[in-house]
């Protein structure tokens, strides 16, 4: 059975830190580029980050860069996403999905419609 599994999540204050994981079943996750996205309520789902397994490169949304980082483990089949300095803002439910095709499209590489295997989402609340 496919699946893509998010832990991780949680409550945690203002200037905090977390670590997402997304763990792959079924399938090696290394054969797939992999997306982290969130939504808000009443928000649309928003791409954070795109990691390709061809080449090891990595994408983020401006609003993430520099605070949130992308990485994958081979041995684990896991990616997961550290995401440090977080804002009342960021509060969301997490998600990580795979492309179907081991590199970040060269256009719209975080557009959730790249996507096509997704896991149920973390949720992070970030507040004091």
């Known amino acids: 059975q496919v699946r893509l599994v998010e832990t991780g999540g949680g409550l945690v204050r203002p200037g905090g830190s977390v670590r997402l994981s997304c763990t792959a079943s079924?399938?090696?996750?290394?054969?797939?580029?992999v997306g982290w996205f969130r939504q808000a309520p009443g928000k649309e789902r928003e791409g954070l980050s795109c990691?390709?397994?061809?080449?090891?490169?990595?994408t983020y949304t401006d609003s993430v860069k520099g605070r949130f980082t992308i990485s994958r483990d081979s041995a684990k089949n896991t990616a997961y996403l550290q995401m440090d300095n977080l804002k009342p803002e960021d509060t969301a439910v997490y998600f990580c999905?795979?492309?179907?095709?081991?590199?970040?499209?060269?256009?719209?590489?975080?557009?959730?419609?790249?996507?096509?295997?997704w896991g149920q989402g973390t949720q992070v609340t970030v507040s004091s």
């Open positions: 990691h390709s397994s061809s080449d090891g490169t990595t």
């Open positions: 999905a795979t492309a179907p095709q081991p590199a970040c499209a060269r256009n719209h590489p975080i557009f959730p419609r790249a996507y096509d295997y």
């Open positions: 079924g399938f090696t996750l290394d054969n797939f580029a």
